[in-house]
């Protein structure tokens, strides 16, 4: 199975990146976490991109806010996808993130969650190494099954309740 990336700009990211890993672990997919930075440590960055795919990862998750360049940097470096996750921040409430996350140039796509979406960040490379691994679709499929039902089950309790 490939491994999935974990790339984020600062250790003050874990946190939100820790949904992520979670993610990761229940799903039984092998990463790497990673800090880089964009700005701080480019030919870190740089490397880790170029070399991805040859190294075994099949999508990378890139973590960073303010100005987060980190998931663009990443991706003009990889033609691997890569999956930005803007961080919330102490000024614009991660605004500032999700702009420089998602505003990319044709030619350099990253994908983009939510902001601190880490957990829907880890489920999208899921879904896009399970293209080719039958194994983990039947996961992903086991694992909406039951969240579904764990939906249904509070519908039903709150019938009851009221």
């Known amino acids: 199975m490939k491994k999935v990336g974990i790339i984020m700009g600062s250790d ?3 946190p939100i990146v820790q949904k992520a890993v979670d993610t990761l672990k229940g799903l039984q997919i092998p990463y790497e976490v990673h800090i880089y930075s964009a700005h701080r440590t480019p030919v870190e960055a740089r490397d880790f991109a170029i070399n991805a795919r040859k190294n075994g990862f099949g999508a990378i998750i890139a973590a960073a806010g303010m100005a987060a360049h980190l998931a663009g940097a990443i991706a003009a470096n990889t033609t691997l996808p890569v999956i930005g996750i803007p961080c919330k921040g102490p000024v614009l409430d991660g605004m500032d993130a999700l702009l420089s996350t998602v505003q990319m140039p044709t030619g350099i796509p990253v994908a983009t969650v939510a902001i601190n979406g880490a957990a829907n960040a880890a489920l999208l490379c899921a879904q896009i190494i399970a293209v080719e691994d039958q194994e983990l679709a039947a ?6 099954a039951s969240d579904a039902a764990k939906v249904l089950e509070k519908d039903a309790s709150i ?3 009221l």
């Open 12 to 14: 003050s990211d874990l």
């Open 139 to 144: 996961k992903l499929d086991a694992k909406r």
């Open 159 to 161: 019938a009851a309740a």
